[in-house]
């Protein structure tokens, strides 16, 4: 076996460089629902997706395209997949997170132990490393298998700040939360019952600057657990409330619902918005959660 052949063969699965870590921060935070949670992470030439799920009803995926990093040299021949500690990876790349300053991070796979590492690379002073422990998986991802329920998509987009505080609005202990699509008039209305009853009404015509896109032609309505709603906007980060970004929601086959949120993975000095909120796609995390409904469609 030639030098060269030993080299490619002891070549790590994947090794990035990313410019701003407290974006990615912010994006894995997002599906940080609970202390303690576990992630699994997978790899392919395209890019790396970090899964969590909780009793096969929330399923939460960050989509890191290759396109975020500046840097993605990817030598696997299959697809790894490993667990590691949401909390303590989080915890770990916020040690690499200097405030007002874009620190370059490496993320290697594997190390020595199978461990995933992480380097400090444009500190001048100290390079700061890391190394997490990995498992292999217990199961394979919940497969959420999310199809559309008709013809005509169920979906609408409204403004993640809005949704955000009207799901912690309608908050009782214990309770669900129906969502109903009426297609005349076009509209949107979240329910919570407890005590009493508590709704909000998102009216396609009068509230177009929060109710932003609106796509239903049959009255639809479903029941989610609160607990798992309102993981999929407790910990939005605050750029996307900053940039006025807006969250898409679709229900699917059986009442899947479908919530994606965009996330800003950009340099804080040097990043561009143009008028109506986008970036250019490479600096965009997608995030997308599914939950399971409570009951079958009225």
């Not at 500190?123 to 329920?149: G, K, M, Q, V």
């Not at 409204?158 to 297609?183: C, N, R």
């Not at 909000?200 to 509230?207: K, L, P, Q, R, S």
């Not at 970036?279 to 959660?289: K, L």
Request: glycine fraction near 6%; charged fraction near 25%; hydrophobic fraction near 35%.
């Amino acid at each position: 076996m030639s030098h060269s052949d030993m080299e490619e063969e002891e070549a790590p699965d994947v090794i990035c460089e990313l410019e701003n870590v407290q974006g990615l921060v912010g994006a894995l935070t997002a599906v940080r629902w609970k202390r303690h949670q576990d992630a699994v992470l997978e790899l392919s030439e395209h890019g790396i997706v970090l899964i969590v799920e909780e009793s096969s009803c929330l399923q939460a995926k960050v989509y890191l395209k290759r396109e975020l990093f500046v840097r993605y040299d990817y030598k696997s021949r299959g697809r790894p997949r490993f667990g590691v500690s949401l909390g303590h990876f989080v915890d770990c790349l916020n040690a690499f997170s200097l405030p007002g300053q874009s620190s370059v991070i490496q993320i290697q796979y594997p190390g020595p132990d199978m461990q995933l590492l992480l380097k400090s690379v444009d500190s001048l002073d100290a390079s700061i490393c890391a190394e997490i422990r990995t498992r292999i998986p217990d199961t394979a991802a919940w497969n959420y298998n999310f199809e559309p329920a008709g013809a005509t998509p169920l979906t609408f987009t409204v403004k993640s700040a809005a949704l955000k505080e009207a799901i912690e609005d309608l908050e009782w202990p214990g309770s669900s939360i129906q969502i109903i699509l009426e297609p005349d008039p076009p509209s949107v209305t979240l329910r919570a019952e407890g005590h009493g009853d508590l709704q909000i009404d998102f009216m396609y015509y009068v509230n177009s600057e929060l109710l932003v896109a609106f796509q239903c032609d049959h009255r639809t309505s479903f029941k989610y657990k609160y607990k798992f709603l309102r993981a999929t906007t407790s910990n939005m980060p605050s750029s996307v409330i900053k940039e006025n970004r807006g969250s898409k929601l679709s229900i699917g086959r059986g009442g899947m619902l479908k919530v994606q949120h965009l996330v800003s993975i950009a340099k804080p000095l040097h990043t561009h918005v143009d008028a109506v909120g986008y970036q250019q796609p490479g600096r965009i995390a997608h995030i997308e959660f599914y939950v399971k409904p409570e009951e079958t469609e009225d």
